[in-house]
């Protein structure tokens, strides 16, 4: 499982660089792709994490564990919604929309959340292989 979530985290870790870097040189069609990208390797490591806490922890934890697990996506769209926000008001607007570098900055954000979830994949145990039951 840690595999999994080294590959998702780089994955995401790769969108947010191309948005930092690229955000005003990428077509519609590209941003569909890269927003597909994005929410289905998000996606997996929101699963993997549950399935990881539950086995990384004893079993008198796994409700308290997966709560946590729970928590931070939630956590997260809290704090970043209003501190992209800042983000993009403190870079100022024309005509009452926002310019590409102040999208630009904000991506940062982003991608030092996604290096930051790459980091700590690194650290993180590798789940044991729970064999459930042999087909017959």
Known sequence: ???????????????????????????VFFLYGLFFLLGIFASGIVV????????????????????????????????????????LDYSGKLDNIYSIEAYRISFVGFLLAAILALISVLFMRETPLVKTGEIS
Request: no cysteine; hydrophobic share 60%.
């Open 48 to 87: 993997i994490g549950f399935a990881a806490a539950k086995e990384l922890f004893p079993a008198q934890i796994a409700g308290t564990s997966t709560g946590m697990v729970n928590l931070f996506p939630f956590a997260g769209g809290a704090l970043f919604q209003p501190v992209i926000g800042l983000v």
């Open 1 to 27: 499982r840690k595999l999994v979530l080294l590959i998702s985290s780089s994955t995401l870790t790769g969108i947010w660089v191309l948005f930092v870097l690229l955000v005003d040189g990428l077509s």
